[in-house]
């Protein structure tokens, strides 16, 4: 377990996706499993600040805001009536709030690497190919416990969307075809289809109407996502050049698991500041190994597709590893010890919704067609 070789497991991390082909490498392709994730992490802005005890282990993240809108004038009338004084009056204010908050989010899979599999390379492995064939092995292993976590993080992150939809509507003149109950706008196609770009101006207008001036949107297989991708084409056409609307919003499309998990059609028009996520790493650790005792290593590793914007600029989603070798069984064949290379992936994380309005706004609305 050296410097080296964990060095060529993560490049082969990435590679993997590049050279997977064929049906046997369908299991590798789980980008279409993470969609929601995937576009929720790289609108992500919130800067938070990891809290940490006396002994240095992190307790959760906490972010800070300022709160103070006040709508109400001190006078407003045609004048006949106001009298001021040299002294102002006390009037409102600005108000500092700091909200920490807890790593909701573990996900553990376990992996393992039996390797007597590659012909003990993992102890015999001094040529570059067998190297890099052992590489590919454990590789392959962290691949996929990541993409089981992924496949559980994005349907967190679509029930956490669900679960924080916004409760309060402030569009007070809903258009024609839409109309808002039990904290959902609910689209009636039969006057605004979802195949409309009129209808994707509809939902943002609605959204600002909402004081929400920056947005991105979700949308599940259902809705937009055929006019959207068809679009492409169209605009080559002199009577469809407006088919380049579908071109400027920003619309990320989840058409494999948003309206399975949540049935129906679905869309979200989402505030990038409306949600707070945070992947916990131990400062003391590095990606490369740092053997904690006999045979047990720990590092961390860094996704291959998953990124995470933050106020630094978009880096890796990033993982803890723990690794162990442990002897299984004796090759009786080459009288050598067999070892089992066992490997704990973990995501130790936070995601929670932002602080709300001050009328209970979380700046995430929800449309689901009638």
Known sequence: MTAAALLDV?????????????????????????????AMLANHVADTMPITDANGNCRGFSVYNLEGRADTL??????????????????????????????????????EVDDNLCGNLFRDGASPDMRDEAATLVARNLLQGMQAIHRSLNIEF????????????????????????????TIDESILSTLNPDTLTEIETVAQ???????????????????????????????QRSEIRWQQARLAFDQKWMDATLTGKNSFVIDPGSFLF??????????????VEADKWEFFIE????????????????????????????NTARMRNQFKHRFRIILNAG????????????????????
């Open 351 to 370: 995601l929670h919704l932002a602080p709300a309005a001050a009328d209970g706004h979380t700046g995430i609305l929800k449309f689901k067609s009638a």
């Open 278 to 291: 945070y992947d916990h790493i131990d400062p003391t650790l590095t990606q490369l190994p740092f053997e």
């Open 158 to 185: 679509i029930n956490f969307l669900d679960t924080g939809k916004t409760g309060v509507n402030n569009d007070g003149s809903l258009p024609s075809g839409i109309s808002y109950a039990a904290d959902t706008f």
């Open 74 to 111: 001190d006078y407003d009338d045609d004048g006949d009536d106001l009298t001021l004084t040299c002294d102002i009056p006390s009037g409102d204010g600005l108000q500092a709030n700091e909200t920490t908050y807890d790593l909701n989010l573990r996900k553990i899979k376990n992996r």
């Open 10 to 38: 993560q490049a082969r991390l990435t590679s993997l996706f590049a050279e997977g082909v064929g049906p046997s490498a369908y299991e590798l392709n789980s980008q279409i499993d993470v969609q929601t994730v995937r």
């Open 209 to 239: 109407n909402n004081d929400i001036n920056n947005w991105f949107i979700i949308a599940g297989r259902n809705h937009f996502r055929n006019a959207a991708i068809n679009s492409n084409w169209k605009v080559l056409n002199d009577d």
């Open 303 to 330: 996704d291959p597709i998953l990124m995470v914007n933050t106020p630094r600029g978009m880096r890796p989603l990033r993982y803890t590893v723990h690794y162990q070798k442990v002897c299984s069984t004796i």
